[in-house]
């Protein structure tokens, strides 16, 4: 089972990037999926999340103005697109499924059973 984070890379202030994240050996469409973050220094922090059907999403304080979560579930994959970028958004972002078919999300990272292994998204003044 792997999730696969990819679309990191260097931004400029104001700018725009999706993150994906790809799920192999396992099929997600059932599951909640969500995206966390981890800037130097720091704790991982969560980010957003999405139910199993895509009609429920969350999104921390911080990016709700400017982050969306989706997903594509014929594809098996979830998506972060994240716009008016901040230097303080600078983080390695990880994806993770929680197992289960839920109307909610849920946002601790206990709650998580599978992890990708990060992207990395600096964001420069």
């Known amino acids: 089972v792997q999730l696969q984070a990819s679309g990191g890379g260097l931004v400029q202030a104001g700018g725009s990037t999706r993150l994906s994240c790809a799920a192999s050996?396992?099929?997600?469409?059932?599951?909640?999926m969500g995206w966390f973050r981890q800037a130097p220094g720091k704790e991982r922090e969560f980010v957003a999340a999405?139910?199993?059907?895509?009609?429920?999403?969350y999104l921390t304080d911080s990016v709700r103005s400017r982050f969306t979560i989706s997903r594509d579930n014929a594809k098996n994959t979830v998506y972060l697109q994240m716009n008016s970028l901040k230097p303080e958004d600078t983080a390695v972002y990880y994806c993770?499924?929680?197992?289960?078919?839920?109307?909610?999300?849920?946002?601790?990272?206990?709650?998580?059973?599978?992890w990708g292994q990060g992207t990395l998204v600096t964001v420069s003044s």
């Open positions: 050996g396992r099929t997600f469409s059932s599951d909640g």
């Open positions: 999405i139910n199993w059907s895509g009609y429920t999403t």
């Open positions: 993770a499924a929680d197992v289960g078919r839920r109307s909610i999300v849920r946002t601790r990272r206990t709650e998580y059973d599978y």
